[in-house]
C-alpha cells in the first residue's frame, strides 16, 4: 500500500476553533481542491459535537468529496498533579478514540502534556505512560492506533510539551510495547526542540505510523533564543518561528524521504503547513504538490 497524503487545517484552526468564522464542512470544500490530498486530519475542538448524527454528517461530506479521515490530531494532557484529572483528561481522550472509530479513521495523536514548572521528569514521563497505557485496551477495541508525537507545543496550550526533548521522548514511547502503539514524527518539531530532525527519525523510523510534514523558518530569532523563552513559561508559539511551505524551510526532505524508503513507509503523512488564511489555500498547494513529487521521486506513491 502506498503512503499517502492528508492535509491539517493549520491556518484555519483561529477561525475554526476561537472565531468560529468557518466549519468543518466549509473545510472540506476547500480541501477537496487540494492536489493528491485524500486524507484530513482534524482536530478535536473544530468539532461542533461528538454525537452520532454530527459525526455521521460529516463523514458522509468526506465521503462526498472521497476524503478519508484517517488522522486525529489530538492534544491531551496528561501532566496533571491530581489523580482526578489525569483520569479525566484520560476520558476525554477515550471521546477522542470513539470519534476516529465513528469517521472511519485508524489513528489518534497521544502526547504527554504540558511541562509544568513543578512536576520532575519522573513524575511526567510516569504519568504519560500510565495513561497510554490505560488507553491502549479503549483503542484497541475500536482498531486505532495511538501514536506519539515528538511535540512542540499545541497552539493553545499555555506551556511547551513536557516530552519535547528527544531523551525524555524516547524514554516514554521505549516503555510502550503495544501493536496499538506508534510514532507520529514531525521533522521541525525535533528541529524546535533543538534536536537533528535525522537524528530522531532514525531512532523511531521502524515505529512510525505517520509523519506530519511540516516546514519551519525562524524569521528574526535563533533557536538558542527559543531554547532560553522555554525555560519559562510561554503564553503562546514564539513569534520567531513560521510555519511555511514545505521543502522552502530548514528541513532536509530528500535525506527524510531516503529514510522513509529504507523502511517502506506506506502510512498517512499530514500536511501542516502555513499560519496565515490569506494565503493558506495557496501555500498548502505547494505543499501537497513538493511532497507528492517526493513521494514519487522515492517511490513511495
Not at 464542512?25 to 482534524?42: D, M, Q, R, S
Not at 496533571?80 to 472511519?104: M, N, P, S
Request: glycine content about 6%.
Amino acid at each position: 500500500m502506498p503512503a499517502q497524503l492528508a492535509a491539517f487545517p493549520k491556518c484555519y484552526l483561529d477561525d475554526l476553533v476561537v472565531h468560529h468564522t468557518m466549519t468543518l464542512f466549509e473545510w472540506i470544500e476547500k480541501a477537496a481542491t487540494l492536489p493528491h490530498v485524500t486524507g484530513l486530519e482534524l482536530y478535536p475542538p473544530a468539532l461542533e459535537s461528538t454525537e452520532p448524527g454530527y459525526l455521521q454528517r460529516l463523514k458522509a461530506a468526506m465521503d462526498e468529496h472521497h476524503l478519508q479521515m484517517p488522522m486525529m490530531c489530538a492534544s491531551p494532557d496528561f501532566i496533571q498533579r491530581d489523580t482526578a484529572q489525569r483520569e479525566a483528561e484520560i476520558e476525554r481522550q477515550k471521546t477522542v478514540i470513539d470519534v476516529v472509530a465513528a469517521l472511519g479513521g485508524g489513528t489518534c495523536r497521544v502526547l504527554s502534556g504540558q511541562r509544568l514548572p513543578d512536576v520532575s521528569r519522573a513524575e511526567g514521563i510516569q504519568w504519560t505512560v500510565e495513561a497510554i497505557q490505560a488507553l491502549l485496551p479503549h483503542a484497541e477495541a475500536r482498531g486505532v492506533i495511538l501514536v506519539m508525537e515528538n511535540h512542540y507545543k499545541d497552539g493553545y496550550w499555555q506551556y511547551p510539551e513536557f516530552a519535547q526533548a528527544r531523551d525524555i521522548y524516547l524514554e516514554i514511547i521505549s516503555q510502550i510495547d503495544s501493536p496499538w502503539f506508534g510514532v507520529n514524527y514531525d521533522p521541525s518539531n525535533a528541529l524546535i526542540a533543538g534536536d537533528d530532525p535525522i537524528e530522531l527519525l532514525q531512532a523511531v523510523k521502524h515505529r512510525m505510523v505517520t509523519m506530519h510534514a511540516s516546514d519551519r523558518s525562524l524569521e528574526g530569532g535563533t533557536i538558542e533564543d527559543l531554547r532560553r523563552m522555554d525555560a519559562d513559561p510561554m503564553q503562546g508559539y514564539a513569534s520567531f518561528v513560521k510555519h511555511g511551505i514545505i521543502g522552502r524551510g530548514l528541513i532536509d526532505y530528500d535525506r527524510i524521504f531516503s529514510i522513509l524508503a529504507e523502511v517502506n513507509f506506506a502510512g498517512w503523512i499530514s500536511i501542516e503547513d502555513g499560519q496565515d488564511p490569506t494565503v493558506g489555500m495557496e501555500h498548502l498547494r505547494e505543499s501537497a504538490e513538493f511532497l507528492w513529487n517526493k513521494l514519487t521521486q522515492y517511490g513511495l506513491a
